[in-house]
């Protein structure tokens, strides 16, 4: 009846299915345990009328010209340049930390000289990992790193991961460097900004074709069944392409144990107010225990809201406990080792592939997602 069966309707899972529909004329089924589709991208209007994120603000942004195109069939974009700040003793600095940052953190003259410092050093436009910077041993660029440690990065790294930003995989801190440049935008990318009607509306349309059915409140452990090196559907053999976007260690029970995320514990307000901060995100990165306030108006461009909704993120581990929803990887070695013992148990499966962020325990952006699932399918219909 199916050609091949996805799980998961996140990006990963929704690029996939289409994929295989469209261009391989496949019928492809597409199990999902949440109520609604759009995994971790999902945004619903809220009960006040503001278009909110469910799970976390999440920004468009990419330098991939077919990731763009394709989702581009979807959706059109809101597209701007995105902004942070970050919450400094009240003080509200640019980041990522940059040469304006720099004019705001010091008296001018001190400013256009280690703006000469920076520049001399790395090179206008580069971008540098703070764990680098601080290994400058120039004392000028020494102080600008130690700021940049104690007032971006330590509190808001031991918020959201537990650990010191030297405790935690490069490749993490590694995503806000430090820009040698006047560029204020979170991300450098090309493009940038929303799905104009929202990313339910654009994968509603992308896993609406004729050979994909979807089946949400759906659990694949009701539906399939791994035995040694077999999977069955519904007590059959399945031998077509299963594509599992969802945790790795659960389709084992945990049998080793437990592949460590960490979670966020979202908390929405509604204000009976015109705006909150005025602003789309802001950073607390030496106070407040949570992490960041994300504003919906200013996220989506939405004008005709009574209000608004803001929304405050609390890390924790994640334990597995009902209702909780593994959000980050927790990327070091031991954690590897672990998913590689569970990525060894699915390897006897010929026709299974493992994609997405929760799948691969990878830190991805939806782009890279997007762009991994649109060469999965062409994989599969080789
Ligand atoms: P998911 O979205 O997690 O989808 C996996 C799906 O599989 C889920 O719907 C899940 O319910 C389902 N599933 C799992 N197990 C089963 C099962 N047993 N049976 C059936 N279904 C199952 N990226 C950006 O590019 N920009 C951003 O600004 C950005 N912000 C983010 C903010 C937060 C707080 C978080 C957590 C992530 C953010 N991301 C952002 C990353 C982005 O969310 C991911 O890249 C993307 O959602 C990953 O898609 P996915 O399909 O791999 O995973
Ligand atoms: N980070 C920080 N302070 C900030 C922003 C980021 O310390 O103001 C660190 C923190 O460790 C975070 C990582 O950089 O987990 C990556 O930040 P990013 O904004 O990419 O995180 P995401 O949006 O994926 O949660």
Not at 59 to 71: A, C, W
Not at 73 to 83: A, C, K
Request: charged fraction near 25%; glycine fraction near 8%.
């Amino acid at each position: 009846m199916y050609d091949s069966i996805i799980i998961g309707s996140g990006a990963a899972g929704s690029t996939v299915a289409r994929k295989l529909a469209e261009t391989g004329e496949r019928k492809v089924l597409v199990l999902e345990k949440r109520p609604h589709i759009g995994g971790n991208c999902y945004d619903r209007v809220d009960d006040y009328g503001i278009l909110i994120h469910q799970y976390g603000p999440h920004i468009f942004h990419t330098s991939e010209e077919d990731v763009f195109h394709f989702l581009s069939e979807f959706t059109d974009w809101y597209l701007f340049g995105h902004e942070v700040a970050a919450n400094v003793h009240e003080k509200l600095l640019p980041i990522p930390f940059n040469l304006n940052t720099l004019y705001q953190v010091y008296e001018p003259e001190k400013a256009e000289e280690l703006e000469q410092v920076l520049i001399k050093e790395y090179g206008m436009g580069s971008r540098v990992p703070i764990i680098q910077l601080r290994e400058n041993s120039n004392p000028d660029i020494k102080a600008i790193a130690d700021y940049v440690y104690e007032n971006i990065f330590l509190y808001y790294t031991m918020k959201q991961w537990g650990q010191k930003p030297e405790e935690i995989s490069p490749e993490v801190t590694g995503r806000v460097p430090v820009l040698i440049s006047h560029d204020n935008r979170y991300f450098q990318d090309k493009y940038q900004g929303m799905p104009k009607d929202g990313y339910t509306a654009m994968f509603q349309k992308m896993l609406d074709h004729p050979g994909i059915t979807v089946k949400t409140s759906a659990d694949c452990r009701d539906y399939l069944t791994f035995l040694q090196d077999k999977v069955l559907f519904l007590g059959e053999e399945f031998t077509g392409g299963i594509i599992y976007t969802g945790a790795l260690d659960e389709l084992f029970d945990c049998e080793y144990g437990r592949l460590p995320y960490r979670s966020l514990d979202f908390r929405f307000e509604h204000l009976d107010q015109e705006s909150f901060q005025g602003r789309s995100v802001v950073n607390y990165t030496v106070s407040e225990p949570y992490t960041r306030i994300t504003e919906f108006k200013y996220l989506t461009g939405q004008k005709d809201t009574n209000g608004t909704t803001i929304v405050k993120e609390y890390p924790f581990a994640y334990t597995g406990a009902e209702g909780e929803i593994p959000y980050y990887a927790i990327l070091n070695d031991e954690n590897q080792t672990l998913y590689q013992k569970y990525a060894d148990k699915i390897r006897p499966f010929q026709n299974v592939y493992l994609l997405g962020r929760l799948a691969e325990y990878k830190y991805y952006n939806m782009d890279a997602i997007v762009k991994k699932a649109l060469q999965l399918a062409d994989e599969i219909r080789r």
